[in-house]
């Protein structure tokens, strides 16, 4: 008779795709490609070109703030740009052990309540918040009487219509937000600069991007050989730097006004999350929270690999082998529903795992922590 593990091995080998030979890797790749090469040509939701046709140079200098808001957190950094003193050729790797041109002064996050708070905020008051501690770290480090217009980059990891480099109109936010249902189709900037005027914060918006773009620009002032990046945080993304002749004229159209004449390449938001449906193997636990999405289907990718939903898909996998008496005889009856067991627990218990010496002390309490805030 087989043991319980021997039962739980056999579910998982029928339902996760393993081993799979480079053969049929490559295939999903080529898959992949053609997949990147249709949607650059035709589609209006993903492969999206920026407002940003050149990439820093490194030689930029002086003191700006960096805001980034995404579906779990908030964080606002004031950097300082030193500026290269010697040319870096484009093939050099980065040596992290001396000190480069960019240094973060100060960096701030909010998350938790904070955030959870911030999603119930509307109008002004949405603004205002956030407003309200780029000034904190503005006064932190130039006092209370200053003087100084500091330069603001925005990563707002949301859809956005973007109509120039340092503004868009609002689009739905998801992810709990409220704040864009009465604002829709504004202008992202005026609201930001009115919070900014009404609170006495000295700060400029230059720019708003989403996080992928973000993180391809700071890393291209320290490594000028970098032209993409990648966003594996609770949600995923990707930004490449692309020639202009790989675009349709019907991606560029609307900046055909505005695009520098010397331009050659352009920024990309690739929406890579909204990819693989028919390409990536999935198993019965991805096809069940994919049906249970309010929108089936619309980020594939994003559903196998975000942190926002691997804890559910481990939580489905867990309810569905212990109910088939393969994995637990009991387990905490919160599981029995969605979205209850976190990503972050999974991880807290992957970085102690196999070490015996380690106790488990840090994933129980965020559980007890999720668990205590679920109940209320």
Request: hydrophobic share 35%.
């Amino acid at each position: 008779m087989a043991t319980g593990f021997e039962q739980l091995k056999d579910a998982l080998g029928k339902g996760l795709p393993m081993d799979s030979p480079i053969s049929e890797l490559l295939e999903i790749s080529k898959k992949l490609t053609s997949a990147y090469e249709d949607q650059l040509e035709h589609s209006t939701a993903c492969m999206l070109p920026s407002h940003i046709y050149h990439l820093p140079t490194g030689y930029e200098e002086g003191y700006y703030l960096s805001v980034d808001l995404g579906g779990s957190t908030l964080r606002i950094g004031l950097v300082h740009l030193a500026g290269r003193k010697t040319p870096v050729p484009r093939e050099d790797a980065i040596n992290k052990l001396e000190s480069g041109p960019m240094s973060v002064v100060d960096m701030r996050t909010w998350i938790g309540s904070d955030i959870d708070t911030l999603k119930t905020l509307k109008g002004d008051k949405f603004f205002d918040w956030i407003a309200l501690r780029v000034g904190e770290v503005v006064e932190s480090r130039f006092g209370k009487n200053n003087t100084q217009v500091l330069p603001l980059g925005l990563s707002w990891s949301f859809p956005i219509e973007s109509t120039s480099i340092d503004s868009g109109k609002v689009q739905g936010m998801g992810k709990g937000f409220v704040v864009a249902e009465d604002l829709l189709g504004t202008d992202l900037k005026t609201h930001f600069t009115n919070a900014f005027t009404r609170l006495d914060v000295k700060v400029t918006l230059e720019a708003v991007i989403n996080d992928s773009l973000a993180a391809l620009l700071s890393h291209t002032y320290v490594a000028p050989d970098t032209r993409c990046a990648l966003i594996l945080g609770t949600g995923t993304n990707a930004a490449v730097s692309l020639p202009l002749s790989m675009l349709p004229e019907s991606k560029l159209a609307q900046s055909n006004f505005t695009r520098p004449p010397d331009a050659q390449e352009v920024l990309v938001n690739t929406e890579v999350s909204m990819f693989g449906k028919g390409i990536f193997p999935v198993t019965e636990w991805d096809d069940a929270l994919d049906a249970a999405m309010p929108r089936p289907g619309f980020q594939p990718l994003e559903y196998l690999v975000g942190g926002h939903y691997m804890g559910e898909i481990a939580r489905r996998i867990i309810i569905g082998t212990s109910e088939k008496g393969c994995l637990f005889t009991t387990f905490p009856p919160l599981w029995k529903d969605p979205f209850t067991l976190s990503t972050e627990v999974l991880a807290s218990m992957e970085k102690r795992f196999p070490s015996h010496t380690e106790t488990y002390t840090t994933p129980c309490q965020t559980f007890r922590l999720r668990h205590r805030t679920r109940r209320r």
